[in-house]
């Protein structure tokens, strides 16, 4: 599976950005799907996931209520729609693919497969 993420940039604090992750390869749909992101001098942590049937969906606390992940599975892509942007989410995102079926994962080495990243800048 060959995953693109796409759809970074720079906005001003309160803005709002669409991530997209474009899967080819294997088939899709089997996969949970989960968002990363990663800071300069910091680990790589969970943003958000959705299962590979789209009925659990997990976000992680800092970003509850601002984003929202979802899936077509006509195009083999997952979104993160960010919302109500802020200086502290400015980092290098992931798009990943998990081929286990235990339900949305945090951990990022529950993830078999990983997009390039691409960065979102938010100026304050």
């Known amino acids: 599976v060959q995953l693109q993420a796409s759809g970074g940039g720079l906005v001003q604090a309160g803005g709002s950005l669409r991530l997209s992750c474009a899967a080819s390869?294997?088939?899709?749909?089997?996969?949970?799907m989960g968002w990363f992101r990663q800071a300069p001098g910091k680990e790589r942590e969970f943003v958000a996931g959705?299962?590979?049937?789209?009925?659990?969906?997990d976000y992680a606390d800092s970003v509850k209520g601002r984003f929202t992940i979802s899936r077509d599975y006509t195009k083999n892509t997952v979104y993160l729609q960010m919302n109500s942007l802020k200086p502290e989410d400015t980092a290098v995102y992931y798009c990943?693919?998990?081929?286990?079926?235990?339900?949305?994962?945090?951990?990022?080495?529950?993830?078999?497969?990983w997009g390039q990243g691409t960065q979102v800048t938010v100026s304050s």
């Open positions: 990943a693919a998990d081929l286990g079926r235990y339900g949305v994962q945090r951990m990022p080495s529950s993830y078999d497969y």
């Open positions: 390869g294997r088939t899709f749909s089997p996969y949970n």
């Open positions: 959705i299962s590979w049937n789209g009925d659990r969906i």
